[in-house]
């Protein structure tokens, strides 16, 4: 056999000619029947200069895929066309191959898959090539998403600008741009509107009265971060529960509080309203977004070690970020029994991200998630007024390190 083939497995040349069907134009039907070729060669075919050859008839081909004989012949053509299979039938037109001691062919006619073993470099390469194209492709539809539901969301908090923000978010959708481009004229859209509003922007004043005495100290190595705070925490938070801490009584204890809380609540027509955690939740999120909390927070994403891409991912970091912080486990599972623990992970992570750009302005982190948390509770919060500021700073800073 000729030894200029070069080598490689079967399983490697499997592998990048179902990659590469796509871009050779091969559809689901002789997908089918390249698959079926490449699974009826021997392994060692492929390997020491061999040639795998598959001896097969259209007839029995047919049988095995259960399509006709015809359609058989046009995907074997197909395949031929694409560079990858070549005719190397008798002169009967016959198909079978005869193989030496070792189980080497020594003589054979059938398909021949020797060109995709020539081509194999170069398949590689264009399969690399598609595949990047396809990720910038799926990253770029993913930012007008992100983009488009932020913009959405500062449509619902600031209504009386939303018929213009949405004619132009419009606008671009109607260009029919590539999808690259349409990314970045939504991205720059949704800039443009953060700091608008950023204008209008007044900080919550929140107070930290009431927490424990605990002076954060905020690490952007999540890690350290987490080992120095749970020492910090466990030596100076000053709760009753922490000395003995006993899940049943602190459950209790939050549900007194919320009791008192609903209690306390305001009066609509001579009757107390009392809201559920899911009311409560639904109404701090009303006006946030996935995407903005994690526009709005990328030191907090950094030191949580988290994107923050769904509600879940971010609660599952409320744990790490509360210790970041100085809130204890039990302020964290309180305001998760009071406000579910979505809302108290968006309250979490805005915190967080405070307290690392401005230490000195927030002396008590955990009394400032606590503020938050009763706000959300009285219905006073506007979380999304806090993260529209926060993520046009960091748009700023971003704009700056870039300069």
């Known amino acids: 056999m000729a030894n200029d083939v070069p080598e490689a497995s079967k399983a490697e040349v499997a592998i990048v000619l179902k990659k590469a069907a796509p871009i050779l134009g091969i559809d689901g039907s002789t997908y089918h029947i390249m698959d079926i070729l490449i699974g009826l060669s021997r392994a060692d075919d492929w390997k020491g200069g061999n040639r795998p050859i598959v001896a097969i008839s259209n007839a029995k081909l047919a049988e095995y895929t259960a399509r006709s004989e015809r359609q058989v ?25 005869y193989r030496d001691k070792e189980g080497d062919i020594s003589k054979g006619y ?29 990253e770029a539809r993913r930012a007008v998403t992100r983009a488009s539901r932020a913009i959405v969301d500062a449509c619902d908090a600031y209504p009386d600008q939303a018929r213009m923000w949405m004619a132009e978010l419009t606008r671009i959708r109607e260009l029919r741009l590539s999808v690259e481009g349409e990314a ?16 209008e922007y007044v900080p919550d004043n929140l107070s930290g009265e009431g927490d424990m005495s605990v002076t954060p100290n905020i690490n952007t190595t999540p890690q350290n971060s987490i080992e120095s705070k749970d020492e910090r925490t466990r030596s100076n938070e000053r709760e009753d529960s922490t000395q003995a801490y006993d899940r049943s009584a602190l459950d209790a204890s939050a549900e007194r509080k919320s009791a008192l809380i609903r209690a306390a609540a305001p009066r609509h027509g001579g009757k ?7 009311e409560i939740q639904s109404q701090a999120l009303s006006s946030v977004s996935v995407g903005l909390l994690r526009s709005a927070c990328p030191q907090a994403c950094e030191m949580a070690g988290s994107e923050f891409r769904t509600w879940p ?28 623990r979505f809302a108290a992970a968006a309250i979490l992570a805005t915190v967080l991200e405070k307290s690392a750009r401005s230490p ?24 999304e007024k806090s993260l529209f500021g926060l993520a046009d700073g960091a748009l700023k800073r971003g704009a700056g390190a870039s300069s």
């Open 184 to 199: 970045e004229a939504v991205e720059a859209l949704h800039a443009r509107i953060i700091i608008e509003v950023t204008e």
């Open 360 to 383: 000195e302005q927030i002396s008590s982190p955990g009394g400032y998630f606590r503020a938050m948390v009763d706000r959300a509770v009285e219905g006073s919060l506007h979380l």
């Open 110 to 138: 059938g398909l021949d898959f020797t060109p995709a073993l020539v081509r194999l470099k170069e398949l590689k390469g264009l399969v690399d090539d598609f595949q990047s194209r396809l990720n910038n492709e799926q």
């Open 73 to 97: 012949t046009r995907c074997i053509k197909r395949l031929v066309e694409a560079g990858i299979v070549a005719y190397r039938d008798s002169p009967t037109g016959r198909r079978f191959v």
């Open 272 to 278: 107390n309203v009392q809201l559920s955690i899911e």
């Open 313 to 340: 991912e971010l609660a599952a970091a409320g744990p790490t970020m509360r210790v970041m912080i100085g809130l204890s486990e039990a302020g964290w599972v309180e305001g998760v029994n009071r406000v579910g």
